[in-house]
């Protein structure tokens, strides 16, 4: 059983950039996408995107341009940044993996990530 | 506004049944059988009840049943139990850019 652990601030003022890791612990990243995916409080679920063990990265088009997703094999890890946060990017993020059928099959904790000045 | 649309909240008595819809369009719900059901307990994390319209992960309760018609999709819970009460997201892949899209969730209450 894949284990995911999120690591990374949760409070940022506006316009500074968010970072978030995950761990992935029991399995490897081979042969999988691994996801981030957000919910904003009092709202639904928010793909931002993917990427596999070789770097392939795919993007949710409406953060596309202050997002970058990356991976680092070594660590079993991949990570998080989205530049110039606002208010509007306040949200729990969740990493997860990309499992059979398009679903996640295993999610992080996540993390509360509150901007505010 | 999610992509998806689901009721906000469904409620039952234990051990009724219950049956929350997704609906989408022509472009991700009716246009592939790539949808899936999550549970979400306040301050844990997703799980993943159902795949490709009505398959079970492994480890998923067989209460839980997914389907699915035309641009509709729905799940069922049998049995309803106290530990049923969470929230319930449904997913699919889409043809758009933005590949995958979620509901906005139901909250399922057991009276």
């Known amino acids: 059983q894949v284990e995911l652990q999120q690591g990374g601030a949760g409070l940022l003022k506006p316009s500074e950039t968010l970072s978030l890791t995950c761990d992935v612990f029991g399995g490897s990243l081979i042969g999988y996408y691994w996801s981030w995916i957000r919910q904003p409080p009092g709202k639904g679920l928010e793909w931002i995107g993917e990427i596999n063990h070789s770097g392939r990265t795919n993007h949710n088009p409406s953060l596309k341009s202050r997002v970058t997703i990356s991976v680092d094999t070594s660590k079993n890890q991949f990570s998080l940044k989205v530049t110039s946060v606002s208010a509007a990017d306040a949200a729990v993020y969740h990493c997860?993996?990309?499992?059979?059928?398009?679903?996640?099959?295993?999610w992080g904790q996540g993390t509360l990530v509150t901007v505010s000045s | 506004q999610s992509a998806l649309t689901q009721p906000a909240s469904v409620s039952g008595s234990p051990g009724q049944s219950i049956t929350i819809s997704c609906t989408g369009t022509i472009s991700d719900v009716g246009g592939y059988n790539y949808v899936s059901w999550y549970q979400v307990h306040p301050g844990k994390a997703p799980k993943l009840l159902i795949y490709n319209v009505s398959e079970r992960p492994s480890g998923a309760s067989h209460r839980f049943s997914g389907s699915k018609s035309d641009n509709t999709a729905s799940l069922t819970i049998s049995g309803l139990q106290a530990d049923d009460e969470a929230d319930y997201y449904c997913a699919s892949y889409t043809a758009t850019s933005t590949l995958y899209v979620f509901g906005a969730g139901t909250k399922v209450t057991v009276l």
């Open positions: 997860a993996r990309r499992g059979p059928a398009q679903s996640f099959d295993s």
